[in-house]
């Protein structure tokens, strides 16, 4: 296994476009999380899966954003009609069932709104 | 709310200087500890963990202690490399949630 993989690792986009990103977590965690990370901060939480099902979700999570685990695999972030406030670090994380053991993050991918 | 509060950065030290970065926290019931280690372009990896009072979480040469009295994990290195400049962050996880809380990092910069 080779890690959590995400997908692109950059994407630049035009104010008002959609975007998505991937990301694959490690094939035994059935827990993947989505975080967003801004210059200067740590990672904020968005979102959070169980296998498939959506458990909690952030109140930074506007209507915009949209995320999906559709076979529990490997999830989807979508941003609708993007803003220049968008701009920033998305990070994948996952994990066993607990967490104790910690979390495995990818690289991310970094979104840049012009 | 669980919160985590880090020393401010950047921290600048030379080669082989001993290293100490503050955590303290705030937390619902007895939270797991994690420090995280962030390099240049890439996402966070998991440095060293702590799941209860009194436990030592250590690797590469780092260590930090869950003080239960004080709330802290204050992060330590006895003689620090330029290889170690990067971002660490603390986290913690409450029992009973399944979603980490960071802390905003402190950029750690090393001289030869």
């Known amino acids: 296994d080779t890690g959590v993989s995400q997908n692109p690792r950059h994407k630049i986009t035009k104010r008002g476009q959609n975007v998505t990103f991937r990301c694959d977590p490690i094939?035994?965690?059935?827990?993947l999380y989505w975080y967003r990370q801004t210059l200067g901060q740590g990672p904020e939480f968005l979102t959070y899966?169980?296998?498939?099902?959506?458990?909690?979700k952030s109140r930074l999570l506007s209507d915009r954003f949209s995320a999906e685990r559709p076979k529990g695999s490997f999830s989807t972030l979508e941003i609708q009609r993007t803003e220049q406030g968008d701009s920033a670090m998305y990070l994948c994380?996952?994990?066993?069932?607990?967490?104790?053991?910690?979390?495995?993050f990818g690289s991310g991918t970094r979104l840049t709104v012009v | 709310g669980d919160s985590v509060t880090q020393m401010e950065g950047p921290v600048t030290l030379s080669e082989e200087a001993f290293l100490t970065i503050n955590c303290t926290y705030t937390?619902?019931?007895?939270?797991?500890l994690f420090w995280y280690v962030q390099y240049p372009g890439e996402g966070l990896q998991l440095l060293l963990k702590?799941?209860?009072?009194?436990d030592k979480g250590s690797n590469k040469g780092f260590e930090a202690t869950y003080r239960k009295e004080t709330t802290s994990f204050h992060l330590e290195k006895g003689s620090v490399q330029v290889s170690d400049s990067a971002v660490y962050f603390c986290?913690?996880?409450?029992?009973?949630?399944?979603?980490?809380?960071f802390g905003r990092g402190t950029s750690l910069i090393v001289h030869p």
């Open positions: 937390a619902t019931g007895y939270p797991s």
């Open positions: 986290a913690l996880l409450s029992g009973g949630s399944y979603i980490p809380t």
């Open positions: 899966f169980q296998n498939e099902a959506q458990l909690e």
């Open positions: 094939s035994e965690h059935n827990r």
């Open positions: 702590a799941t209860k009072a009194d």
């Open positions: 994380a996952s994990s066993l069932q607990s967490g104790t053991d910690g979390y495995t």
